[in-house]
């Protein structure tokens, strides 16, 4: 099924609100991908250049190239219809329809995203550790970035109190930005 969703994705001019549109009114990528014309044509509001772009797109090959990039870097897909995924971004439709994470998700719970300077002060270090460690040990999930500074001592103090971080990041995740994380 992650095929399809991929296929979707990459197709040129569907956004989230469209994808997530496609979605809900066919029930699944794979429906969408094997939709005619006549039933893509039903869709109220759906442009017609985006379903000669849908028809003209059948091939999975693309996202096939992708797929098994991503299981060879051990990247998954995460979709809005997941109970993994976080439910206040499924308020707004012109947010992700689909995230790319690695790791282990849990179902979402209490979450604090702690962010802040990557040049920081030593206060500010401490102050992070300290916070980090009390919300790992309290079992509240700590989000942040990964770059260096206060994110990367949020995720660090966090973990070594036995915690759950969740890292979002603005590059692909075949990227480890800055190199010196790759290990966090």
Not at 64 to 83: A, C, R
Request: proline share 5%; glycine share 10%.
């Amino acid at each position: 099924m992650e095929i399809y969703w991929l296929w979707l994705s990459l197709i040129k001019g569907i956004g989230p609100v469209t994808l997530r549109k496609l979605v809900d009114n066919f029930g699944t990528p794979k429906s969408v991908y094997e939709a005619s014309r006549e039933e893509l044509l039903k869709l109220k509001g759906l442009r017609k250049g985006i379903i000669e772009s849908i028809l003209s797109h059948r091939s999975l090959d693309p996202a096939k190239g992708i797929y098994e990039d991503m299981l060879q870097d051990g990247i998954k897909l995460l979709t809005y219809d997941s109970p993994y995924f976080p439910s206040n971004i499924n308020k707004y439709p012109n947010l992700p329809a689909v995230l790319y994470y690695r790791g282990i998700l849990r179902l979402p719970s209490l979450s604090v995203g702690i962010v802040g300077s990557r040049r920081c002060t030593s206060y500010g270090k401490e102050v992070t550790r300290e916070l980090a460690a009390f919300l790992g040990k309290s079992n509240v999930t700590v989000i942040s970035g990964m770059a260096k500074g206060i994110d990367s001592y949020a995720h660090t103090a966090c973990l070594k109190a036995g915690g759950y971080t969740l890292a979002f990041v603005a590059n692909g995740l075949d990227i480890c930005y800055p190199p010196e994380h790759r290990a966090l």
